[in-house]
């Protein structure tokens, strides 16, 4: 298959978790329910506020709203950090791995290559869906991990700096634009897989180096590429 890169040299392959290695259905109107109960307690909610914004807008208004007082504030986030992480657990406790999935990470390990996963999602939550499929992986980076989360890319600086490998050696998976931005001018490869809403053209205007329908295509295309003279 012309994937139309070359692939022959890549020995770090880094995905990204939800929608890409596992499909999680995380429940945003319950994140948001909660988050909005959440600003009421607090005292910080404001009518309107819940427009048009993602949640982690929402959080980011409310603790606006606080005052200065750094322990009231650290405080606040501690709790929000909790409803997040409540509902996030709740996905993963379901969450199955994509078909083909547990076998393309097995194969990237036994062919020498290193696995890597960089996420915005909470580790404890990642953990029971890689732990109870046995995904493999040689890292795990989640948003408890850095300061810097996706798509800052020095989220997936760190990783490839702890999983040893030149970013010209490695390729970024994912199913999101997020993805891709988050390896802007490291060097990395990225590849965008059509296993969720994004589309081919979508992935190709965000400078995505390729498409692919899911992961294990692209593991396969790997594997092929490495056998080539
Ligand atoms: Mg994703």
Not at 69 to 92: G, N
Not at 128 to 147: A, F, I, K, P, Q
Request: with cysteine; glycine share 8%.
């Amino acid at each position: 298959m012309d994937t139309g890169i070359d692939l022959s040299n890549i020995e770090a392959v880094v995905f990204d978790f939800d929608g890409t290695l596992a499909e999680t259905r995380i429940d945003f109107a319950k994140m948001r329910r909660l988050t909005i109960e959440l600003l009421q307690r607090w005292g910080v909610w404001e009518d309107g506020m819940a427009e048009d914004k993602y949640v982690l807008d929402i959080i980011k208004a409310g603790r606006e709203n606080l005052g200065s007082d750094p322990e009231k504030v650290a405080q606040f986030e501690a709790e929000a950090d909790e409803v997040l992480e409540q509902v996030e657990l709740e996905t993963c406790a379901t969450a199955e791995p994509f078909p083909g999935v547990v076998e393309a990470l097995q194969e990237l390990h036994e062919n020498g290559l290193k696995v890597g996963i960089v996420t915005r999602n909470c580790r404890v939550g990642v953990a029971s869906v890689t732990s109870r499929y046995h995904l493999y992986h040689d890292l795990l980076s989640t948003r408890d991990d850095v300061t810097r989360v996706k798509p800052d890319p020095d989220h997936l600086a760190q990783a490839l700096k702890q999983i040893g490998v030149e970013p010209q050696r490695a390729v970024m998976i994912g199913d999101h634009i997020t993805d891709v931005q988050g390896a802007e001018g490291l060097g990395v490869m990225t590849i965008g897989v059509l296993t969720q809403k994004t589309t081919r053209e979508e992935f190709e205007q965000i400078g995505a180096d390729a498409v692919f329908p899911d992961v294990p295509s692209v593991v396969a295309a790997i594997i092929e590429a490495r056998k080539q003279p």
